[in-house]
């Protein structure tokens, strides 16, 4: 019993630096070898204490709230993929709308050539979400890598998302539907990274003007 609690205790030691090393790699993203830019992410390490994922309307729990510069609206990711946005907030704990959930949407393009679409969970299987509105003329096969699109305002853009692993298009129509494996294994989900856009409010102020 000594074991398991030294070993939660080392797994969190792990998830707090590779919360830091996440920081550290955005930064040096963003510098020029003349002028250091304004690193737009940071990244907040947090261990899952719900998962919901065999619901048409999942949830997540986890252990880092408002007191933990937290805040709604915020991306959550894992080392393997995207995992959800944070919906509500206390001081200590935070409620994530899951992948798996119908009103989840994000939008998402293929990495090999950047042509995107929205993705969004048709409540069949934990593993696999649905790209639509890739059109026909955008080169896609089984297999592409799938990544977040620079039109999300919360998420990285090229988060990684899954694998195509099925295309279907219906006769007549401009546009593809894409089955879409996902990276993270969403029933075994244990720590996230919540993502904080250190310029959103800049970004709504001037969309909303």
Known sequence: MA?????DSINKTLLTE????KNELE???NVS???????NFSYIAATVIINNYRLQQNFITIDKGSNDGISKEMAVVSDKGIVGRVIAV????AQVISVLHLDFRVNAAIKKNNHFGILKWDGASFSSMQLLDIPRLAK???GDTIVTGG?????PQGSPIGIVDKIRIESGDNYYSIDVNLFQDMSNLNFVYVVKNKTIDELNELINN
């Open 18 to 21: 590779n919360s830091f090393l």
């Open 27 to 29: 930064y040096y993203k």
């Open 140 to 142: 896609v096969a089984k």
């Open 151 to 155: 039109n999300s305002k919360i998420f």
């Open 90 to 93: 206390s001081a200590h704990y």
């Open 33 to 39: 070898p003349s002028k250091a830019e304004e690193v």
């Open 3 to 7: 074991d398991y609690f030294q070993l």
